[in-house]
């Protein structure tokens, strides 16, 4: 396998930012991508500045509503994002071997729940533009929120998207694309905290070198295009026929079992 480079790092930051807010999984198109181009594998620290980037990311989107949120003006929004975190962390934890060693080197798992989450993303659009109960001015309630919290539970599957979970569980119930939209980046503000955490705590256990100008382009490029990811997704989400992300979930998954 080939070393990293200023090439394998600019990809790495590039597919990062592009589609960890876009409901096409991040985790296959990194893994995809590596396999396909036989690199190593980029490391932990590496990780940890991808992911950071795309958290600054969200966190910038949404700086307005988060400031509401610290100086007690939004409490209710706080309560809702951290209890519908709760089932994620405990399942991520309660399992976290598992993915790692078993579903995450499965190819077959990628491919199988790339296409099973598509469809359920594309069922769940038909759901709410058949019958929105929810119009964008309706906020999720706590009850609601936390249903969508377990949902998360099945980002833990490689493939499934967390954008994807969460975005079909809150269609599913009824409320428009930009709602889920917004809820499911909002929710992303915690899962990445926990991730990006996750990630420190297993590099305190298994310190490692890394390349210092290499993780700064990885945290930058990641930032930059994580943030017009999101910006573009909102703009356009109620334009795009979510179609288009089914078919290209089961592009992607006839490409991964093709190739790997």
Known sequence: MTEPNLIQWLVLAIIQGLTE??????????????????WQDQGLVMDIAAHGGSLLAVLWYFKAELKKLFTGKNWDLFIKLALASVPL?????????????????NTLVFAISSIVFGVLLYLSDIVQKNKI???????????????????QICALIPG???????????????FNRTKAANFSFLMAIPALLMTTAYGFLKLIKEPSDYHVMGTTIVFVVSFITSLLSIKLFLK???????????WYRIGLAILIITML
Do not use: C
Request: aromatic residues 10%.
């Open 160 to 174: 499934a998207s967390r954008s994807g979970v969460t975005m079909s569980a809150a269609m599913g119930m009824g």
């Open 89 to 105: 962390a405990v399942f991520g934890y309660v399992f976290k071997d598992y993915i790692e060693s078993s579903l995450r080197s």
């Open 133 to 151: 109960t929810h119009p964008k001015s309706k906020e999720i309630n706590l009850k609601q929120a936390v249903i969508i919290g377990f949902a």
């Open 236 to 246: 356009l989400i109620e334009q795009i026929p979510i179609s288009v992300f089914l």
């Open 21 to 38: 807010y876009l409901p096409i999984s991040s985790s296959a198109h990194l893994i995809l991508v590596s396999k396909w181009m036989n």
